[in-house]
């Protein structure tokens, strides 16, 4: 014992100077630490719990009931936390499940970022029907992008409603084709245009990545009828990688926000080219103002009205605007009816009150639309007394609180003189969910 004593020193307990003092056996009072084993386990378990907890605050589950698509949309219209915030929204569409996955991983392992996922259950199996996945990519000098992918369980027709009400609120949509047989490509097809011709469809860049050499499909996608105001665009590239996958998206994404961001230029100022200059690149243009349509080019520099009150007889602020059809405005009205709450909607001519559409007719909406079309020009002549200096400053939304009812005035942005008008139910009525559905339907009839 003297020998390990020598070679290791005292392996007894510290006692105090006290107890050595007093020669008292002090092993008692002493509390001996606890094993280091112990305390890395106990580590161990505390992380993973943090973990666990960090990974449940990023999943939620969506019973679904009937309509896969409208309970989606209802549930996107009601937790827009961020609608304030500069953000663009990607989606991608992967139905041979290559690189979608992957690419959201990615993403959030460089960003340090969270995966957020959406799991939509049946209300009465719970099974799961899809899983939507959602990262976020700050960026420094540019809008926040958002990148989803939806992981569909579901066949058949809920497949293609979840994948298209993803799709359709996004600023850009992205279909990768993998190895997939012929007759799923054009099922796949034909989903997505008749999804582009719907009243719900906003998203306007839709970009298809497609195999090395498939020259029929690109043939296929050009020779359908998309609409006009769907841009719609293939690239044929070898993908290799996730990263490869997502560097060409992104390229794409900046190109599309450099020709929006670059002006045209005014015909007057555009001169010939001097002799023997270069020619100009087909890009350019393209982008240039001369190439558009002399129709288009007069209707790019009207100037806006001096004010912003619009009389019954004066000529509309842009002439070369197409007007609202009325059955398609009614097409858009009638989808607003199935909110809970509201007692009618109509689209009324700010000028006049005349109700230009309404699913519902009567005495009584013709007078609420006269008394809401002279509270709407009060608030446009009085824009100034209310602190917008500039007489060009449009007039969004007006929100009237009365009673058991809210009122809801939204001027239509492509049409400054016509506004919707919706009237509810306090009691029964989601404010946030109908002024987004309104904006929504704002947005379509452009």
């Known amino acids: ?131 939507i996945e959602r990262t976020t990519l700050p960026r420094r000098t540019d809008d926040t992008l958002k990148i989803y992918h939806a992981d569909i369980q579901a066949e058949g027709g809920d497949a293609a409603e979840v994948q298209m009400a993803l799709m359709e609120r996004s600023d850009l949509s992205v279909v990768i084709i993998g190895p997939m047989a012929p007759s799923a490509i054009d099922d796949m097809l034909v989903d997505l245009h008749s999804a582009t011709l719907s009243l719900h469809w906003q998203c306007r860049n839709l970009l298809f990545m497609l195999p090395v050499g498939a020259n029929w499909m690109v043939q296929k996608i050009e020779r359908m009828d998309w609409p006009a105001q769907v841009r719609i665009e293939t690239m044929c590239e070898p993908l290799t990688s996730a990263s490869a ?93 199935v909110l809970d709450g509201l007692i009618f909607v109509a689209l009324v001519e700010g000028s006049t009150g005349l109700v230009k559409a309404s699913p519902a007719r009567g005495p009584d909406i013709d007078r609420a639309a006269l008394a809401a079309a002279e509270i709407w020009k009060t608030h446009r002549r009085t824009l100034r007394q209310l602190g917008h200096s500039r007489p060009g400053d449009p007039l969004e939304e007006i929100l009237v609180t009365a009673g058991s009812r809210y009122h809801i005035l939204r001027t239509l942005r492509a049409h400054p003189d016509l506004f919707i008008l919706a009237v509810l139910d306090k009691l029964r009525s989601n404010l946030a969910m109908t002024r987004y559905r309104i904006m929504e339907a704002q947005q379509v009839l452009m």
């Open 1 to 131: 014992m003297n020998m390990l004593k020598s070679l290791f020193g005292d392996l007894t307990p510290i006692r105090d100077a006290t107890s050595r003092a007093s020669g008292k056996d002090a092993a008692a009072d002493v509390e001996m630490p606890e094993f280091a084993s112990t305390a890395v386990m106990a580590d161990e378990n505390e992380l993973a719990e943090a973990a666990a907890e960090a990974e449940a605050r990023h999943n939620d589950d969506l019973l679904v009931s009937g309509s896969p698509a409208q309970a989606m949309r209802a549930h996107f219209a009601g937790s827009r936390k961020d609608t304030f915030v500069r953000q663009k929204l990607i989606t991608m569409c992967d139905p041979s499940h290559m690189w979608a996955a992957s690419v959201i991983r990615a993403l959030a392992d460089a960003s340090g970022q969270p995966i957020e996922r959406l799991s939509l259950r049946d209300q009465a199996s719970l099974n799961l029907m899809a899983t």
């Open 245 to 337: 996958v997502w560097n060409r998206m992104l390229a794409y994404w900046q190109r599309l926000r450099s020709e929006q961001a670059s002006p045209p230029a005014a015909p007057a100022a555009v001169a010939a080219p001097a002799p023997g200059s270069a020619p100009m690149p087909l890009s350019e243009a393209v982008a240039s103002g001369p190439a558009l349509p002399p129709a288009r080019q007069a209707t790019l520099f009207v100037a806006p009205p001096e004010t912003p009150e619009l009389s019954a007889d004066a000529p509309a602020p842009e002439s070369g605007r197409t007007p609202v059809h009325p059955r398609r405005a009614l097409a858009v009205l009638d989808e607003l009816t």
